[in-house]
């Protein structure tokens, strides 16, 4: 296409940068179409609609390159990975990696870009955050304690065995040291997790109105309107409490039967998923502690000893750290760099400071 009266012909450069822009576009929506595949209701017309939002800004790149628009381009390594991972696995790391993407977006920066695409991503980046959330609480509670159990497994029966591995007792009671170590933690994690979501979950539930109430609101006085002080003990003023309570009594005054005005309807979803349940918390728990306090002992299990056993050790728990720490960045929209690094810079801190007490304690009594 010939440039009309008054415009400019692209550079290369500029061509080379807008045929990306497109595919990087085309890539983005293709993610947000896969991952609405995976949905119904709500969550897959927002996504349909991010799709559509990705597509107009296509549109805006195929104008500019007009007749240099070129073969199809591959979308960024990381758009591509995004869509790999829509297609196989809809999951919340998915949206969380898509709100980073978003949050990367270059159009502010770029003459060539509109002001409302520019704004359109970081509307996005907000919009992928909301679902992200959605997901992050559904899983929040059980992945909470599957994060901290391993996290604990690696570190404390690595750190146990080191120390007693210091002290130059034989690898058989290393070895044992080691798995009492892993009962014992995972158990006492189990049983902790169990008390602790429980509890929180019961003092959530005795906030919640009690459901008996609702019956009883078409036969209070208007006069006295006890209904007040129920809004004034939530946080309301007393003129707010008044007015709002007034207000409840008289639909319920003219309706034909009560209505819910001081508690809900139950219902249709636990109120309180984000906490987790206890038996969930519980068995994640014991599980995931259990599989991070095993690395530190293969090495023994398989026959190893001294200085070799304790190298293997801690390269598999410094592996499992890293990973451990990626998976929270991710999920947490952080960078997953370091959030890996910093999980193990203090696992592998805390292990070191019992290997160091170890030779020590190991010096004094030989």
């Known amino acids: 296409m010939t440039p009309g009266p008054g415009e400019r012909t692209p550079s290369t450069r500029e061509i080379r940068r807008w045929r990306q822009y497109l595919a990087d576009e085309q890539a983005e929506a293709a993610v947000y179409r896969d991952l609405a595949n995976r949905r119904a ?3 897959r017309q927002i996504l349909l609609a991010l799709a559509d939002a990705e597509g107009r800004h296509e549109e805006h790149w ?5 007749s240099n628009i070129g073969s199809p381009r591959r979308g960024a390594l990381r758009t591509r990975f995004l869509a790999l991972l829509a297609r196989r696995f809809g999951s919340v790391f998915v949206l969380a990696l898509a709100q980073r993407a978003e949050g990367r977006s270059p159009y502010n920066a770029d003459a060539d870009a509109t002001n409302a695409m520019a704004a359109d991503e970081t509307v996005h980046e907000e919009v992928v955050r ?4 959605r997901g992050r609480k559904r899983l929040s509670g059980t992945f909470r ?16 065995v080191l120390g007693i591995g210091a002290t130059g007792v034989p690898a058989a009671t290393i070895l044992f040291t080691g798995i009492a170590g892993l009962l014992a933690g995972a158990l006492s994690m189990g049983a902790g997790e169990y008390v602790s979501v429980r509890s929180q979950r019961e003092l959530l539930e005795a906030s919640t109105p009690a459901a008996p109430a609702k019956s009883v ?4 006085d208007l006069a006295a309107n006890e209904l007040t002080l129920v809004y004034r003990a939530r946080g309301m003023s007393e003129d707010e409490a008044e007015a709002h309570a007034r207000g409840v009594l008289a639909t319920a005054y003219a309706a034909t039967g009560p209505i819910s005005a001081v508690s809900p309807q139950a219902p249709t979803h636990d109120e309180h998923e984000a906490i987790g349940t ?6 994640s728990s014991f599980c995931f502690f259990a599989s991070g306090a095993l690395l530190p002992v293969l090495p023994y299990l398989f026959g190893m000893s001294g200085y070799a056993a304790i190298i293997v050790a801690t390269i598999l728990v410094g592996v499992a750290l890293l990973a451990t720490g ?28 019992t290997y160091l007490l170890g030779l020590v304690f190991g010096t004094t009594l030989g």
Do not use: M, W, Y
């Not at 609101?217 to 209070?220: A, K, T």
């Open 130 to 133: 909301g679902l992200a959330a």
């Open 217 to 220: 609101l078409s036969h209070l």
């Open 41 to 43: 209701g709500e969550e």
């Open 278 to 283: 206890g038996t969930g918390a519980a068995l």
């Open 326 to 353: 990626a998976v929270v960045g991710l999920l947490s929209g952080g960078p997953p760099l370091k959030r890996a690094l910093r999980q193990l810079v203090i696992g592998l801190g805390a292990a070191a400071v």
């Open 145 to 160: 304690a599957a994060v901290f159990g391993v996290n604990d497994g690696l570190v404390s029966n690595l750190a146990l």
């Open 62 to 66: 195929r104008q500019l390159l007009g």
